[in-house]
């Protein structure tokens, strides 16, 4: 069975720049998260999907975040327009529907995203 | 607030060493889940241990075990006989029961097996 993928493993834009990262999580999972890591700070969560609706969005820093997750399948999360502090590392994780106390969500390797 | 402090930024062990990587936590919810996950260079963060709250028993997976202190809110792994496959980034996490689904997460240990 596949992982989650995303896609690119590294982007380099210039400030200003719109990237989009891509994130396909484990085939049957309804829920999909996306969590970020600015160098040398934690992990931080940034939105849950339950199939293509957002569940919860607390964690987007601004509006220049946007993210979707058409037909409940793959997602992507753009920045529009990129600036410095946006640069870390975005991760994507799935789960399943919670029928039981796994809590298990399965990372995706990340895409680095460096802003200059 | 919910945070994860982690003490260690780095950590370096001669192989077959045991280590001990430190985490605290704090939460004002009694039911939670406790995490260790591992990120290799390059490669994708996996969970390596979980522990829930509510039970008392340290949790086990071969080499990785963890000492579970529920009234200091402490969450150490510790590696023994150590390998150069367990070099990696380790990140000490929770998520509270039957709320929200976001996992809080330390900032994590950096770790070096040497040969």
């Known amino acids: 069975e596949a992982g989650v993928t995303q896609f690119p493993s590294h982007s380099v834009i210039e400030k200003g720049q719109t990237v989009t990262l891509r994130c396909d999580p484990i085939s049957g999972h309804d829920n999909l998260y996306w969590y970020r890591r600015v160098m040398g700070k934690e992990i931080k969560f940034l939105l849950h999907?339950?199939?293509?609706?957002?569940?919860?969005e607390s964690g987007m820093p601004n509006n220049r975040f946007l993210a979707e997750r058409t037909g409940g399948t793959y997602s992507t999360l753009k920045v529009q327009p990129a600036e410095l502090e946006d640069s870390g590392v975005y991760f994507c994780?799935?789960?399943?529907?919670?029928?039981?106390?796994?809590?298990?969500?399965?990372f995706g390797p990340g895409t680095r995203l460096t802003v200059t | 607030a919910q945070t994860v402090t982690q003490s260690q930024p780095e950590m370096s062990v001669q192989e077959a060493e045991t280590v001990t990587l430190s985490c605290t936590y704090d939460t004002s919810e009694n039911n939670y889940y406790l995490f260790w996950y591992k990120q290799p260079p390059s490669r994708q963060m996996i969970l390596v241990i979980r522990q829930e709250a509510y039970k008392q028993q340290n949790a086990t997976e071969n080499r990785f075990s963890v000492n579970f202190q529920k009234a200091a809110k402490s969450f150490s792994l510790k590696i023994s006989d150590s390998q150069l496959g367990d070099t990696a980034m380790y990140f000490c996490a929770f998520i509270q029961m039957n709320r929200d689904d976001k996992i809080i997460f330390g900032k994590g240990t950096r770790l070096h097996i040497l040969p």
């Open positions: 999907f339950v199939k293509e609706s957002k569940q919860d």
């Open positions: 994780a799935s789960s399943q529907e919670k029928t039981g106390p796994s809590y298990e969500q399965y």
